[in-house]
């Protein structure tokens, strides 16, 4: 197993025989704990056989059950494990938040190891020299494709977000070489998606995908931000993905603005104050709500 021994158990999981899963599950959410466990108490705990432990073992590149257990705790020495997330019905909210939180900043870290510096500079680069900026996405990716359009029309780049299929291939088709469009999938199999891709690679515009690996939108795109995150079927699974698309958009970001110079973030500062008077004082928050309900004085009284 390499370093990212934990991201692998992820991917390897569906290839695992049923009773072998339960053991990689085990191992995913009670990593510490597998330490201090001799090899019959953990079948116990599990429920499966002593065989299977090994062949679990055997099965991720271990020589036995003590190889196994070294390369766990050389693992966990690197301090970038947090546990899988997991909920029994008896989890108090103190227990399931924190292990949502413990979850996704396992998440983050994981996507941050596996970054492609080159991949996101030549990005930023397309991006800051981009006529128009169309961000695409479905479902949960189509809020983060909202999220990025409101980044972006602030940088001064003519930029939309689209979520509905048959606008995003109008979009498509109106594009050229000095377009660019965003596309952002967790899985990179959106169908419609594809095909909007397609298209707009047809009429020559640059393809950033936000996409796992290997995916078919991975062989689509211009440019592959890959974002590879294991996604459980376990109902109550928070999605980390998502947050992982929302910090690649924040890079993508800030890569453009620093690109742009001193001129853009005067403009950035002019945005924010335009802001201050939408706000309330800090000293009394409801001076201005007071001042809104006090009715006009009569100046003949």
């Not at 500062?269 to 006090?294: G, H, I, N, W, Y």
């Amino acid at each position: 197993m390499s370093t990212f021994m934990f991201d692998e158990l992820r991917a390897r999981l569906p290839q695992f025989r049923r009773s072998e899963q339960k053991v990689a599950r085990f191992v995913l959410r009670h990593a510490e704990e597998v330490l201090d466990l001799r090899l019959a108490d953990l079948a116990r705990r599990i429920n499966v056989s002593e065989p299977t432990v090994i062949r679990f073992c055997r099965a991720i590149d271990c020589e036995g059950y003590q190889d196994f257990k070294l390369r766990l705790a050389q693992t966990l020495a690197t301090g970038a494990q947090f546990s899988e997330f997991s909920m029994n019905e008896t989890d108090s909210v103190a227990e399931f938040s924190r292990g949502i939180f413990d979850s996704t900043v396992g998440t983050l870290l994981s996507v941050r190891d596996r970054l492609d510096a080159n991949a996101i500079s030549e990005a930023i680069a397309a991006l800051s020299e981009a006529n128009r900026v169309e961000f695409y996405g479905f479902g949960a990716s189509g809020a983060v494709a909202v999220d990025a359009q409101h980044k972006f029309f602030r940088l001064r780049i003519s930029t939309t977000a689209y979520s509905d299929p048959h606008m995003q291939h109008m979009s498509a088709v109106t594009l050229t070489d000095h377009d660019v469009v965003v596309a952002i999938s967790q899985t990179g199999r959106t169908r419609s998606l594809l095909s909007s891709v397609e298209i707009a690679r047809e009429h020559g515009a640059t393809v950033i995908g936000l996409c796992p690996a290997g995916s078919p939108l991975a062989h689509l795109c211009s440019i592959g931000l890959y974002i590879d995150v294991f996604e459980d079927r376990e109902v109550y699974r928070p999605l980390s993905s998502r947050i992982a698309h929302l910090v690649m958009i924040d890079i993508l970001a800030v890569g453009v603005a620093r690109s742009r110079g001193p001129q853009l973030a005067e403009h950035l500062m002019a945005v924010k104050r335009s802001l201050v008077p939408l706000r309330t004082d800090e000293s009394d928050p409801f001076e201005q709500l007071r001042r809104d309900r006090t009715p006009p004085e009569d100046d003949d009284a």
